[in-house]
Nanobody, 124 residues
Framework: QVQLVEYGGGWVQTGASLRLSCLASGNNFNKYVMAWFRQAPGKEREFVSAITGWHSKLENEDSMKGRFTISRDNAKNTLFLLMNSLKPEDTAVYYC?????????????????WGQGTQVTVSS
């Protein structure tokens, strides 16, 4: 099993950048497919990006592409999400997720482990 804790959320203005971190406990972090999702009030959970242990990525093809970059440091058991040029519509709770089934997918149900989420608020 793995436990996930997100850090780095906050309140920023339009155009700013934030880097979210997700620290994973346990062993064999490099064997987990890691992902970021987000959920805005009144909306369904939305896939942001996923990354395998060998750094192969799956990215959301909508407005996040080109602004958000997922990465990981296997030596530090940490997942990152660098968010640039933030917009008010990026306001959401951002969740870190993991699966140990080698499944690189945008489907939330494929991920077995979730963090508690970190709030990102972008003001106009």
């Amino acid at each position: 099993q793995v436990q996930l804790v997100e850090y780095g959320g906050g309140w920023v203005q339009t155009g700013a950048s934030l880097r979210l971190s997700c620290l994973a406990s346990g062993n064999n972090f490099n064997k987990y497919v890691m992902a970021w999702f987000r959920q805005a009030p009144g909306k369904e959970r939305e896939f942001v990006s996923a990354i395998t242990g060998w750094h192969s990525k799956l990215e959301n093809e909508d407005s996040m592409k080109g602004r958000f970059t997922i990465s990981r440091d296997n030596a530090k058991n940490t997942l990152f999400l660098l968010m640039n040029s933030l917009k008010p519509e990026d306001t959401a709770v951002y969740y870190c997720a993991a699966n140990d089934k080698n499944s690189v997918t945008l489907a939330p149900d494929a991920y077995d482990y979730w963090g508690q989420g970190t709030q990102v608020t972008v003001s106009s």
